[in-house]
């Protein structure tokens, strides 16, 4: 350790912390998609996953066609490529909400099963469409290299991408869910179903929205991902039970405790992972959550509507 | 013993339903497939372990624990150790740096047996352990979260934390677990060859007798005083809780025993297929578990036998030939189970058999037979039954 010099040791602490605050945004954009639709709806997806590769695999499509059709709009097909990610998860989203999710919102656990069944298709047509290896889309430019502001520090650009989307995305979602006409009904759904069916809201469309917002949210995720990985049939499958984590932690209907709950797994994450090998410091980090979890079980922060 | 055959044996209807599983299992497979076939039968078999547990757990009690793999893979690395031991003797272990622990060991520069090991050199000791160290961890997790009220599909994504933590930890300890390749090449049970023809059979017909005698504890369970209070508690938990009832120790108990259940599965798997690793372990073994349960039915201590071999046989025919469609089917499986058949084979079999004996003209059995046993009477059980201590 004393073969350090103490520029290096703060360019450590920076790179180190640089690498936690990635992978807070990294579970945040994960989370945030099934904030949504778990904190607003109780709803256990367990296809969340594969709605972020199915992201993940629109801007791979994309890319593939940029290519072939405009090869000079390749620099900036990675931004309308989000967006089209959006839009294609959550159609497909809003299809599965009207096919088979609104009629299991009584049977929480079977919503369980069937989005599994769900995932395990969704796995498989991805792998008889796109094979089964790990693809990565042609990223532009600008998405790749790093910065430099000192010699030894080294921060990758497309870190920095994701983490502004995650919070840009936050911040959107939060401004969308507490100012927003549409935000409003569906908190009032949330908080009271038959009181909001009253005053006249369709409760069943916003069911089918708020479900659709989610997947959307969790194909820009995947989307995102794209810039610092690639992508394979069963990349979606590696995340659920982090995601789920993070916004059971968090508490389940509340913005700021997922926020807070990424935030407080990604550093305990890097920092045992820094210490310890790699699959025993993701086994402290999960074992930390869960006891904390026995010993508040709502989560950090959690909601006070009446069930 | 008239109890005995009305609660444990389920009266006649009861008595011939077992009956045929146990002539399909003990008399029509093994005398009809070859060695290689009857026993994938007795791994699957070893499946239905979990299966009825999770009848127990999930059909009756109403929770769904998405981590069955663990008391699973549990009570399966308790016999594995025992049977590692024995086949990892100084004398074959020779050419080792230190001779006489288990080879994965001496690949990790282990020189001593780690202390956890030690035990394991008692076969009595592994045997309770099968039953017992599954039973602890379920008593631990299980106190730790009921009494808190932690129920629904926050106890489901927890245990589905559990066996991630489980299946990682034995994965990141090579030295002590074997790590991702488990614990393979084991040989004999006190002397006894495990993998030889006849004892292949013999583990076969064991593993009936004990899948079996967990079906018939599973009715005792179900029929008794007690199972009455987990149908009630399922629907209307609140109700239970205020007429007196401690809630939580019903279904920590419940959940004690489908884990002593799936280490029991657990060993015998270890014990006919000759191998364990972190793979049985995992979140995805652990929810097809649970399809098992539910393509039996998962309120019918037999369907859950026919489920899992259903659901296996099918995975087995599928991937050897259709091995793209299999995940779709799987899939579909669950989709479907959920959505139009709740109550699975059992339940087909049920209204299958309504419609028949409405058809023939003894159509005075049909009324007994047609009312679902899922229907608790909460409100008699509260008046007439004495609070529990």
């Known amino acids: 350790m004393l073969a350090y010099s103490l520029s290096e040791i703060w360019s450590i602490l920076i790179m180190q912390g640089f690498s936690g605050l990635s992978l807070f945004s990294v579970l945040l954009l994960m989370a945030l998609g099934l904030a949504v639709i778990f904190g607003q709806m109780g709803v256990v997806n367990l296809a969340h996953g594969e709605f972020m590769a199915l992201g993940a695999y629109t801007v791979y499509l994309s890319s ?19 967006g089209i990610a959006f839009c294609v998860a959550a159609l497909v989203g809003g299809l599965v909400e009207w096919g088979m999710m609104r009629f299991l919102y009584k049977r929480p656990l079977d919503t369980l099963l069937a989005t599994w069944g769900l995932s395990l298709i969704m796995q498989q047509a991805f792998r008889s469409i796109f094979g089964a290896r790990e693809v990565t889309p042609t990223l532009p430019e600008w998405l790749m290299g ?6 030894t520090i080294d921060i990758p650009i497309n870190g920095v991408f994701v983490m502004a989307l995650s919070l840009l995305l936050t911040a959107g979602v939060t401004l969308f869910m507490f100012r927003s006409r549409i935000g409003l009904r569906t908190r009032a759904t949330v908080q009271n179903r038959a009181m909001s069916e009253a005053v006249g809201i369709n409760t069943g469309l916003i069911d089918r929205f708020t479900f659709a917002l989610g997947c959307g949210i969790a194909g820009v995720a995947g989307a995102a991902f794209t810039t610092i990985g690639s992508t394979g049939p069963d990349s979606g499958s590696r995340y659920i039970v982090d995601t789920f984590l993070v916004v059971v932690f968090g508490g389940s209907a509340s913005m700021l405790g997922t926020i807070v709950s990424a935030l407080g797994i990604a550093q305990t994450q890097s920092i045992s992972e820094f210490f310890l090998e790699g699959t025993m410091g993701k086994v402290t980090t999960l074992m930390a959550i869960v006891f904390i979890l026995m010993i508040r079980p709502k989560g950090l922060f959690p909601s006070k509507v009446r069930s | 013993m008239n109890k005995f055959y009305k609660n444990i044996l389920g009266g006649k209807a009861g008595i011939i339903g077992l009956a045929i599983l146990a002539v399909l299992l003990l008399v029509v ?25 999770l009848v127990l757990l999930w059909g009756n009690a109403g929770v769904l624990s998405l981590g069955q793999g663990i008391f699973f893979g549990l009570g399966g690395y308790c016999m594995a150790m025992f049977l590692k031991l ?27 047996l780690p202390a956890i090991w030690v035990p394991f050199k008692s076969l009595p000791f592994s045997l309770f352990a099968v039953v017992a160290v ?12 009921f009494k808190r009220r932690v129920g629904g599909v926050y106890f489901s994504v927890i245990t589905q934390a559990f066996a991630l933590i489980l299946s990682l930890g034995i994965d990141g300890n090579q030295g002590l677990t074997g790590g991702r390749n488990g614990i393979t090449d084991l040989r004999t049970l006190w002397g006894w060859d495990i993998r030889s023809e006849s004892a292949q059979y013999v583990l076969y017909f064991v593993c009936c007798l004990l899948l079996i005698g967990c079906i018939l504890v599973g009715r005792f369970v179900v029929s ?23 809630v939580a120790s019903f279904k920590v108990f419940v959940y004690c025993l489908s884990a002593a259940m799936c280490g029991i599965g657990g060993a015998l798997f270890v014990l006919q297929v000759g191998f364990i690793s972190p793979s049985l372990v995992g979140i995805v073994p652990s929810i097809e578990m649970v399809i098992f349960a539910a393509v039996g039915g998962k309120m019918s201590l037999l369907g859950a036998v026919y489920g899992t071999l259903a659901v296996n046989t099918g995975k087995s025919l599928f991937s050897e030939n259709f091995p793209q469609l299999w995940l779709f089917l ?14 699975g084979l059992a339940g087909l079999w ?3 058999r309504a419609r028949l004996s409405r058809l023939s003209p003894r159509s005075g059995a049909a009324k007994k037979i047609i009312p679902m046993p899922a229907m608790p009477q909460a409100s008699n059980l509260v008046e007439t039954e004495p609070k529990l201590p």
């Open chain 1, 64 to 82: 593939q066609l940029t290519e072939a059709y405009a090869p000079g709009f390749a620099p900036y097909y990675f931004v309308f490529a989000i």
């Open chain 1, 146 to 151: 790093s910065f430099k502001p000192t010699e």
């Open chain 2, 29 to 53: 497979l093994p005398s009809s497939l070859q060695i290689f076939r009857l026993n994938l039968v007795g791994k699957y078999l070893t499946y239905a372990f979990v299966s009825v547990g």
């Open chain 2, 86 to 112: 024995e086949a990892s003797d100084p004398i074959t272990t020779k050419i080792q740096s230190t001779p006489g622990i288990p080879d994965f060991m001496d690949w990790n520069q282990l020189t001593a």
């Open chain 2, 134 to 145: 599954p039973a602890l961890l379920a008593f631990i997790l299980g106190s730790a979260m």
């Open chain 2, 224 to 246: 008794s005083r007690m199972g009455r209070l987990l149908l009630a508690m399922k629907d209307r938990e609140d109700r239970v809780l205020f007429s007196g009832y401690d």
């Open chain 2, 330 to 343: 799987m899939g579909g499986l669950f989709i479907a189970v959920v959505m139009f058949f709740p109550n």
């Open chain 2, 350 to 352: 049920e209204s299958a």
